[in-house]
């Protein structure tokens, strides 16, 4: 599975943003999917998850409420839409697919993509 992040961007507080992942292969449809991010001098930190079916959804307490995960399954992409956005959101965000569920400190997904830089200004 390839995956390529895309809508990352600059953006001021409280506005919002709306990245895409695309993703290659046949069998997008039964891949968990989920978002991880990175800030500068930090570890890599789960962010959102949606299982295949779209059936549940798994967040970080940091942006339950303002995040949001959805999957088209028919053009094998998985969104994030980020609202009310802060500076503590600036970060590298990575898609990632695995065939198992992706939940916060579970193990690692399998797939990863390159990341897209997102920043938020004050």
């Known amino acids: 599975v390839q995956l390529v992040e895309s809508g990352g961007g600059l953006v001021q507080v409280g506005g919002s943003l709306r990245l895409s992942c695309a993703a290659s292969?046949?069998?997008?449809?039964?891949?968990?999917m989920g978002w991880f991010r990175q800030a500068p001098g930090k570890d890599r930190d789960f962010v959102i998850s949606?299982?295949?079916?779209?059936?549940?959804?798994y967040y970080a307490d940091s942006v339950k409420g303002r995040f949001t995960i959805s999957r088209d399954n028919a053009k094998n992409t998985v969104y994030l839409q980020m609202n009310s956005l802060n500076p503590e959101d600036t970060a590298v965000y990575y898609c990632?697919?695995?065939?198992?569920?992706?939940?916060?400190?579970?193990?690692?997904?399998?797939?990863w993509g390159q990341g897209t830089q997102v920043t938020v200004s004050s």
């Open positions: 990632t697919a695995d065939p198992n569920r992706i939940v916060p400190r579970g193990p690692a997904p399998t797939y």
């Open positions: 292969g046949r069998t997008f449809g039964r891949y968990a």
């Open positions: 949606i299982t295949w079916s779209g059936g549940d959804t």
